[in-house]
């Protein structure tokens, strides 16, 4: 089936350590995106990606670092610079104007 | 990117129609407009997009009008499992980024 693939769910990490969030896709879409959602907020983007090798910043994204090496891939990190990184991170995928963005499960990030 | 205005939040009860608004002043001529649905721990889902006039599918209506300076997301007679979150988004989202509001959070009672 073709879809949105984030892992993994749950994640917990000890406070000044980086993690790196998984997210693949197998939709053929150029654009990838990041997003921060914290309890009862809107989503709030961290990075995007329009295109292979190239990305660009979103409202939060400092203290996260992205790449896009492969169309299908979009990791995302968590670096030990990101001051409250506990929250609830949603992938997503696009393919071109006009069209509908397709989401992951998300990942609940907890930093203890 | 245009930016959006909603409720924060709409109560319904089942069987009764929704309709919830959104204000997008600064829409541009290149710009769609597009709802999402979000329930807790879940990504947002697709529900409807348009340019102008009505659109309807299986799930929604969304009306706008000539002006496109707001749009109302109709969701012809709610049930307990239409409690969620939904979004509205402007943009021509081909090239620039995905930006989400806060979203208006409806909630169903029996």
């Known amino acids: 089936d073709g879809g949105i693939t984030q892992s993994p769910k749950y994640l917990f990490r000890k406070e000044g350590q980086n993690v790196t969030l998984s997210c693949e896709q197998n939709l053929n879409h150029d654009a990838m995106y990041w997003y921060r959602q914290d309890p009862g907020q809107g989503l709030r983007l961290i990075y995007y990606?329009?295109?292979?090798?190239?990305?660009q910043k979103g409202d939060i994204a400092e203290g996260y670092s992205v790449s896009r090496e492969k169309k299908e891939s979009f990791p995302l990190t968590v670096t030990s610079a990101q001051k409250n990184p506990t929250a609830f991170y949603l992938c997503a995928s696009k393919e071109g104007v006009g069209t509908e963005a397709f989401f992951g499960q998300g990942t609940r990030l907890t930093v203890v | 990117l245009a930016k959006t205005t909603q409720p924060i939040s709409m109560d319904s009860y089942e069987g009764q129609e929704v309709n919830i608004t959104c204000s997008h002043n600064?829409?541009?001529?290149?710009?769609?407009i597009t709802w999402y649905q979000q329930f807790p721990s879940q990504g947002p889902r697709f529900i409807i997009q348009?340019?102008?006039t009505k659109v309807t599918n299986e799930v929604a209506s969304l009306f706008i009008p000539a002006d496109r300076k707001s749009s109302t997301l109709s969701l012809p007679r709610v049930s307990l499992s239409d409690t969620a979150v939904y979004y509205c988004?402007?943009?021509?989202?081909?090239?620039?980024?995905?930006?989400f509001g806060s979203g208006t959070r409806l909630q169903v009672q029996p």
């Open positions: 600064n829409i541009a001529t290149n710009d769609y």
């Open positions: 348009g340019y102008k």
């Open positions: 990606s329009q295109i292979v090798n190239d990305f």
């Open positions: 988004l402007v943009g021509d989202t081909g090239r620039r980024a995905l930006t």
